[in-house]
């Protein structure tokens, strides 16, 4: 998930209608509390985001159109209002040392202490290409012995619209360049328009979700990998923190936490073990 300033075509600028200071209060709080996603640093691109919804609704002050979101009660709206402040930005191969590092040390740790099952979860998994990423180096390392595992993995996130694009699993061919030539081959069909998509093997590894990390997780089993790059970087220390201990008190002992590059966790304040930059294990015992 990723939160760029907006970039607004001169013809637009006039058009926009401007948050008072008490309006920006009041919805980054709101952002905020609900979804931990802090703004307060973003409002010309809320107020650029936002202008096709007033215009669309009639509206002509945000406290109006905050009165009209908060009060839809279909959750439609609140969709859009997402899939307007948040623009998701990924592609196969990011960090590929991650996948490297799933590929040659984490399966072959895990593999001996697992059962026929790895609980796999990517979230904040954007357009979906993290998480077929992860379904192809399951595919490669298992090989012929991957019918006898179930390596399903959850795919998470706010925005129904990446949702929609990572479960058709298409995607321009220059979104393929980080990886492998073999991988492009093996794992992708070329269409008539130019675009890939994912093989139905590897689409059917993933299962999509939406969810909100700001909520009580539920699950059955706890992950053994778990990967959350790119999304914390835009929540404040308090908000990360949180986030860093429910996802530990959901990873299975000996499993992994890959987060981004440009993200950190405070070692002194987390129970994860740090192995190498960007890659934490649950180690208790």
């Not at 990011?94 to 026929?116: C, D, V």
Request: proline share 3%; hydrophobic share 40%.
């Amino acid at each position: 998930m990723v939160l760029p300033e907006a970039e607004l075509p001169e013809a637009l600028s006039e058009s926009i209608v401007h948050l008072t200071d008490a309006e920006f209060s009041t919805l980054t709080r709101f952002v905020y509390n609900k979804y931990g996603i802090d703004l307060h640093r973003k409002r010309l691109l809320i107020e650029g985001r936002l202008a096709r919804e007033l215009r669309a609704h009639n509206i002509t002050t945000f406290s109006e159109y905050m009165n009209f979101l908060f009060a839809d009660k279909t959750g439609e709206e609140m969709q859009r209002f997402l899939n307007r402040i948040t623009t998701n930005h990924s592609f196969f191969g990011r960090e590929n040392e991650h996948f490297e590092f799933l590929l040659r040390t984490a399966l072959p740790y895990l593999e001996p202490r697992r059962k026929n099952d790895l609980r796999i979860w990517s979230a904040g998994c954007s357009a979906g290409q993290e998480a077929y990423n992860i379904a192809m180096v399951m595919d490669e390392y298992f090989g012929p012995r991957k019918a006898q595992w179930d390596t399903t993995i959850l795919a998470t996130d706010i925005s129904t619209k990446v949702l929609k694009t990572a479960q058709e699993g298409i995607y321009p061919a220059e979104n393929l360049i980080g990886l492998p030539e073999a991988w492009r081959r093996k794992y992708f069909q070329a269409l008539a328009d130019g675009n890939c998509q994912v093989a139905e093997k590897i689409r059917k590894e993933v299962v999509f979700r939406i969810f909100n990390l700001m909520n009580t997780f539920v699950y059955k089993k706890p992950f053994d990998i778990i990967f959350c790059r790119n999304v914390m970087i835009y929540f404040d220390a308090q908000t990360t923190a949180r986030l860093v201990e429910k996802f530990y008190n959901a990873t299975a002992e000996g499993g992994y936490l890959f987060i981004g590059h440009s993200e950190s966790i405070n070692r002194e304040h987390t129970k994860y073990t740090y192995i190498k930059p960007a890659i934490y294990q649950k180690l208790t015992q």
